[in-house]
């Protein structure tokens, strides 16, 4: 047996996986654990849960791999603010004393942090460090379906690169280009989420879902000023225009001149046409970019394949796009993209690239990732225990008849909160840890967001369709089990738009009913679907079927299990408390099902205060 612990830590969305002779046993986020959305630091509470599902012991681990090398990452810093000098004193002040104390020494920490675990503990002969590129192209190829792959990774910078392109075939993956800070896509783009008003590392997906609503007339603007765009996707970015390689925020006064007004104060400042405009040009970049880059690696390499990672490719606007151009026959995308995603990659990385064992892919399964499913599960009798402790009111029923009461509270238009089997590892809710609503009501995707996710009502949610009924709805033609690719809903499903209607503009058009399911159908007609399969998921896959055979869509709208700025729930009990404090009327929990009626009211918290906003 070789057992393999991936580690991504000290920059956000930390993470932990296990391989077992080179299968996944388990990955999660820190943050499900902790309840800090993003947390950046060490991940110790999800290194003992996948310790603990694995059966193992820190002793028993034949390799610790890290998904980064710091001393190349201490190097760009410094680097970086030599090369600038005198400008970005001050970041640089602020930076170094953290990495002279702990992120240089980053084996002394990893072993400090992993002695809480196991206390006489000793690491040094089995750690590894692999390069945060490599990690994420390790993520996308080795899980994926295809024995040989072109890899193309995109985020906002590792060490040095912030792009990539690797070949992966069988075992062996080896990275051919890349791309170096501070030109980077995931910058740009978080630049832009910056300037918006919403925080970087977590609002680039509201920049995503805001971009419909206007208009791309600054897109020429960003390709002549900002950057040096070429026919293959290469880039460089102008940093006259940007702050974010030696100081303290994203862009200057000098990019607030080129757009014609200053950094967004969310607090203050109303989102208007102008910031549509703004989203949906960086949108439309992001893709050219990204288009570019697929189409000349396709020319170059004739692969059919393509493997996507990274944080850019939770972009699922971009995703379809690329899907849809056709220069790939195939495309998958690893579901922790970012850099959570990081910590299975490096465990991989160790286990075929370092160590050199063969891969063997299962070719009856879609992929390895095992639909992403890949965290805390809990048996009947212990969510009993747990929802008792929190004096939580339910019926345990059979599984077929809990289906059966959920179908039936779903058409009756009520918010459900869904716990059920292993939660997801990644950003994604997949009918785990899901909120559900009727796709076909007018009123729940405003409901949802304002009374349930405490959130900007412009904000669009995905459809979870049967895969074998996806054709009927949508104009998507391949599997999508992680809820990474945008595609249109069918025109025979639309809803033609009154004159009045096609005359509103921006936030306006929010209301608008667009097709028979308006709750997840996007202004422009999109929706980000998550396609749900009977093998991966046979509860989530029955519940949506009992729904089809009430009301002949088989369909349902799938958020995740949170409000805003909290994470995903991961336990029985955060599932309760997030029930109680929102306007969900019905959660079931295993076998377990709970009526908002008939709990004690006392116990609600304000849960719209309760979490700092995202």
């Avoid at 990495?99 to 206390?119: C, G, H, M, S």
């Avoid at 059979?398 to 716990?419: I, N, R, S, Y």
């Avoid at 896959?541 to 089809?548: G, V």
């Avoid at 009526?595 to 116990?603: F, G, I, P, T, Y």
């Amino acid at each position: 047996m070789v057992a393999i612990l991936g580690i991504s830590a000290f920059y956000h969305d930390s993470a932990a996986a296990l391989l077992v002779d080179g299968q996944i046993v388990a990955a999660a986020q820190e943050e499900r654990f902790t309840r800090k959305k993003h947390d950046p630091r060490f991940p110790i509470e999800a290194i003992r849960y996948v310790l603990d599902e694995a059966g193992l012991t820190v002793e028993q681990l034949d390799n610790v791999v890290f998904y980064d090398k710091p001393f190349l990452k201490f190097e760009r810093l410094l680097e970086t603010y030599v090369s600038n000098a005198p400008r970005g004193f001050n970041s640089f002040r602020i930076a170094m004393p953290v990495w002279i104390r702990e992120k240089l020494f980053q084996k002394d920490l990893i072993q400090k942090e992993l002695r809480e675990l196991a206390p006489k503990v000793k690491l040094a002969d089995k750690m590894m460090f692999a390069e945060h590129h490599f990690s994420h192209a390790a993520s996308a190829f080795y899980p994926s379906p295809f024995d040989e792959a072109v890899v193309l990774t995109l985020d906002g910078v590792g060490e040095w690169a912030t792009s990539t392109v690797a070949i992966g075939r069988g075992k062996d993956l080896e990275i051919v280009k890349e791309l170096h800070f501070p030109h980077s896509l995931g910058l740009l783009y978080s630049a832009f989420t910056y300037y918006t008003g919403f925080r970087v590392n977590s609002g680039e997906y509201k920049v995503m879902g805001l971009a419909p609503y206007g208009t791309p007339r600054f897109k020429d603007l960003i390709i002549d000023k900002l950057m040096d765009l070429k026919p293959d996707g290469t880039f460089r970015l102008d940093q006259s225009y940007f702050n974010y390689a030696t100081g303290l925020t994203m862009t200057n006064d000098k990019f607030a001149d080129l757009f014609g007004r200053p950094v967004r104060e969310p607090d203050t400042d109303q989102l208007d046409d102008f910031h549509m405009d703004i989203a949906a040009s960086v949108q439309a970049v992001t893709e050219e970019v990204v288009l570019r880059m697929t189409r000349s690696l396709a020319a170059e390499y004739d692969i059919p394949n393509l493997c996507l990672a990274g944080g850019v490719a939770l972009n699922c606007v971009a995703n379809g796009k690329v899907l849809r151009d056709g220069a790939f026959k195939n495309i998958w995308i690893q579901p922790a993209a970012g850099d959570a995603g990081g910590a299975l990659g490096c465990a991989y990385a160790a286990y075929h690239t370092e160590l050199g064992h063969d891969r063997h892919r299962d070719t009856t399964k879609r992929d390895a990732m095992q639909g992403s499913y890949l965290g805390p599960d809990y048996d009947q009798a212990n969510i009993e225990s747990r929802l008792t402790a929190c004096g939580a009111v339910f019926e345990s029923r059979p599984m077929d008849q809990v289906v059966t009461e959920t179908a039936d509270a779903l058409a009756d238009g009520k918010a459900v909160g869904w716990f059920n089997g292993r939660m997801e590892f990644g950003p994604r809710a997949l009918g785990g840890r899901s909120i559900l609503g009727d796709p076909r009501s007018e009123s729940m995707q405003k409901l949802l967001n304002l009374k349930v996710k405490f959130r900007e009502s412009f904000r669009p949610f995905a459809p979870s369709v049967l895969r074998e009924d996806m054709a009927e709805w949508f104009d998507l033609d391949h599997d999508s089990p992680y809820m990474l690719l945008v595609d249109t809903v069918r025109e025979d499903r639309r809803r033609e738009m009154t004159d009045e209607e096609n005359a509103l503009f921006g936030i306006e058009k929010l209301n608008v009913v667009r097709s028979e399911i308006p709750a997840v159908t996007h202004i422009d007609y999109s929706a980000r679907i998550q396609t749900v399969h009977a093998d991966t998921n046979p509860r989530y896959h029955q519940l949506i079927s009992a729904f089809k055979d009430r009301t002949g869509c088989p369909l349902v709208v799938n958020t995740s299990f949170n409000v805003r700025g909290e994470p995903i729930v991961c336990t029985p009990e955060d599932a309760f408390r997030c029930f109680m404090g929102t306007d969900i009327e019905w959660l079931v929990v295993g076998n377990c099902i709970l009526r908002k009626e008939n709990q004690d009211s006392a116990l609600a918290e304000d849960y719209k205060n309760k979490y700092e906003l995202d």
